[in-house]
C-alpha cells in the first residue's frame, strides 16, 4: 500500500517556477515508478512525467520538456516536479501516482495509487 499526498502548489505568473512535492507512506515506494498528472478545466487526465524506480530513467510529455524536471528521492520517500517558464496552459490541478515497475508510464490506468492533487495556477 503507497499513499500519495501533494504539495507545493500555488498561484504564479507566466514565466515563473513551481516546485510541487509528493510524499509517500509505504515501505516500498523505491519500488515503484512515479508519474506526474495534471487535469485541467473540462479536459481529460494527462500525463506529464515519470521517473523509473531503478535507474531514474525519466519521460516527459512534449508540451513540458525542456521546462520541468522530474526527479526523486526514495530516502525521503519523495518524488519533485520543478516546473519552470510556466505558461497559462500548464493551469491544472496536477496529481502524482505510483505504478508497479514495467507496463507504460504514460498511461493513467497503469498507475495504482493517486494523490488527491495539488493546483496550480499561472496568471498571464
Known amino acids: 500500500q503507497v499513499q500519495l499526498v501533494e504539495s507545493g502548489g500555488g498561484l504564479v505568473q507566466a514565466g515563473g517556477s513551481l516546485t510541487l512535492s509528493c510524499a509517500a507512506s509505504g515501505r516500498t515506494f523505491s519500488s515503484y515508478s512515479m508519474g506526474w498528472f495534471r487535469q485541467a478545466p473540462g479536459k481529460e487526465r494527462e500525463f506529464v512525467a515519470a521517473?523509473?524506480?531503478?535507474?531514474?530513467?525519466?519521460y516527459y510529455t512534449d508540451s513540458v520538456k525542456g521546462r520541468f524536471t522530474i526527479s526523486r528521492d526514495n530516502a525521503k520517500n519523495t518524488v519533485y516536479l520543478q516546473m519552470s517558464s510556466l505558461k497559462a496552459e500548464d493551469t491544472a490541478v496536477y496529481y502524482c501516482?505510483?505504478?508497479?515497475?514495467?507496463?507504460?508510464?504514460?498511461?493513467?490506468?497503469?498507475?495504482?495509487?493517486w494523490g488527491q492533487g495539488t493546483q496550480v495556477t499561472v496568471s498571464s
Open positions: 501516482a505510483a505504478k508497479p515497475a514495467g507496463l507504460s508510464y504514460t498511461r493513467a490506468y497503469v498507475y495504482e495509487y
Open positions: 521517473i523509473t524506480w531503478n535507474d531514474g530513467r525519466t
